[in-house]
């Protein structure tokens, strides 16, 4: 069979590994593993949510309300926009793909930090698309600005707090970069942690208000993180009305569930639940920097819901796989060239237990 060409260049992209894995593998207690690999909320969702579903499973048979109108409703109000500002994706890097497909092809090019989140490049790559990385990991301003003048890239990723590094932009030098390209340039700017920066630092938020004037820029959110919905895969693009009625285009119908639908409206109607977790991760998140100075560890640092570990004298590789085997599960970054491990900010207990582990292996 001929495939196309372009899935020679893509390497598919790897999740964190399940908690299932660990339990076949090595036959732990699933009560016994501790996942902090996928950044999911460790508060899981609000009650809001659990109840709605359980009150709603009898409409799992039905198809959604294509037009998601109380959703786009409620985010319209949250974020001061309009609903035809509003795209709704399966996930957030769903509207990536939209994006993707909308915009490239084999003639041009995208640009994105040296180290950012992955399925920029597969989306670019299945488009025949090439790749232009900035030297650092870290979104530098004049990296960007350089970078953009010499390759006329079609789309710029801006992924702000960054994944996996966990390091954000200020604002103020995310506008630099968006007023340095041209209208016919794409600017990303992806916001699915942008929760946690915005309450850790207000010059590190960015809110779809700040970029609704572009004709060029778009700004995502997804329900993953702060609000506790990964399983339940709802994310959302805010762009100008004519930047999202050529998204539409490429929409499939019903691209979200029913039960996710209800979910994501019910968890945007309980911000209290998103505000306590935050304020509990930063208080956990202290822990990880001090445990990182009491061991002479290194750390990016954060402004998400995970942490990123840097390495000199140890290899990431053999202190995941200890970790790994002993029911604790993190994320390698050596597929990323960078001897580090992220690890997702759980509650007080599975913290204390990485620490008991990770110490021991240091």
């Known amino acids: 069979m001929q495939w196309n060409k372009t899935l020679e260049e893509i390497k598919i992209y790897e999740a964190g590994k399940p908690i299932e894995l660990v339990v076949r593998e090595f036959g732990i207690n699933p009560a016994d593993v501790v996942k902090l690999a996928s950044n999911e909320n460790p508060n899981g969702c609000s009650i809001k949510v659990t109840e709605a579903i359980a009150k709603n499973a009898h409409k799992a048979s039905l198809y959604p309300d294509d037009s998601f109108y109380e959703l786009k409703d ?57 790749i232009i990385r900035t030297p650092s990991y870290q979104h530098k301003a004049d990296e960007f600005i350089e970078a953009y003048h010499k390759h006329k890239p079609k789309i710029v990723y801006i992924c702000t707090p960054n994944n996996p590094t966990g390091d954000g932009i200020k604002k103020v030098d995310v506008l630099k970069i968006i007023n340095a390209v041209d209208k016919e340039t794409m600017v990303v700017v992806d916001g ?61 119908p019903f691209n979200i569930t029913t039960l996710s639908l209800i979910s ?78 992220r690890i997702t900010v759980g509650t007080d207990k599975q913290n204390s237990r990485l620490f008991e582990m990770l110490e021991r292996l240091l």
Request: glycine share 6%; net charge negative; with cysteine.
């Open 74 to 130: 409620l985010l319209a109000k949250k974020w001061q926009v309009n609903d035809n500002n509003i795209i709704i994706g399966c996930g957030s890097d769903q509207v990536l793909e939209f994006v993707s497909r909308a915009l490239l092809d084999e003639t041009s090019c995208v640009l994105m930090s040296k180290v950012t989140f992955a399925m920029y490049e597969v989306y670019a790559k299945q488009m025949g698309t090439k």
């Open 192 to 252: 699915a942690y942008m929760e946690y920066a915005g309450a850790k630092d207000e010059a590190y938020k960015i809110t779809p208000n700040d970029i609704l004037d572009y004709e060029n820029v778009i700004y995502l959110g997804t329900f993953s993180k702060a609000y506790g919905l990964g399983g339940m895969r709802v994310g959302y693009g805010i762009a100008n009305e004519q930047v999202i009625s050529q998204l539409l285009k490429m929409r499939p």
């Open 264 to 341: 994501a409206i019910e968890a945007l109607k309980d911000e209290e639940f998103v505000q306590n977790s935050i304020f509990t991760h930063f208080t956990e998140l202290k822990r990880y920097e001090e445990f990182a100075d009491k061991n002479g560890l290194k750390y990016i640092e954060s402004y998400t819901n995970f942490i990123t570990y840097l390495f000199d004298k140890h290899d990431s590789t053999k202190i995941n796989d200890e970790l790994f085997k002993n029911g604790v599960i993190v994320r390698n970054l050596a597929s990323y060239e960078m001897n580090a491990i």
